[in-house]
């Protein structure tokens, strides 16, 4: 048990860290945030991989908060502009020249799941377990594509 719950504080400090470098990104020069992004990423993927290892049960619903994400999706837009955009894996197979991949809607959306599993984890002991079934399920199933699409966007900025 005692692993469990230490692979659960390293996902929740990581998590967190992802969070606040969201919220705050105001508070930081653009370059000084990307790379800090860059650095928590790959913590984030690594603590998720941990904790799904742990054989957690899974569930995972759509929540509609589509107001919201747009917001931040703009914000993030605007604060990374040129740094944002990339050419996805499915571009290299098109042939309309147009690129698809964006920085900022990995970032939206694994924000927002995180956020997700914050407010059931936050309820205390009780919720801890639903927090981290829409964590686990929510990481294979969506938002695991866009960590991976990020961390290699950073690479290459």
């Excluded at 759509?62 to 740094?83: I, P, T």
């Excluded at 309309?96 to 809607?105: C, E, Q, V």
Aim: hydrophobic share 40%; aromatic share 12%.
């Amino acid at each position: 048990m005692v692993d469990k719950l230490k692979y659960v504080a390293e996902f929740v400090e990581a998590a967190q860290e992802f969070c606040s470098l969201i919220e705050k990104i105001d508070e930081f020069a653009n370059n000084r945030w990307l790379s800090s992004l860059a650095k928590t990423l790959p913590v984030l993927r690594t603590s998720m991989i941990e904790l799904g290892a742990l054989g957690f049960p899974h569930g995972y619903r759509v929540l509609n908060n589509l107001d919201e994400r747009f917001d931040l999706f703009c914000r993030l837009k605007h604060y990374l502009g040129s740094h944002d955009e990339y050419w996805s894996i499915s571009d290299l197979t098109t042939v309309d020249g147009l690129m698809s991949g964006s920085l900022a809607d990995d970032l939206t959306d694994i924000y927002f799941e995180l956020k997700r599993g914050f407010k059931l984890y936050r309820l205390g002991p009780r919720r801890e377990k639903a927090a981290i079934k829409i964590w686990t399920t929510g990481y294979k199933i969506h938002w695991k594509q866009h960590l991976d699409n990020a961390l290699r966007r950073l690479s290459l900025l």
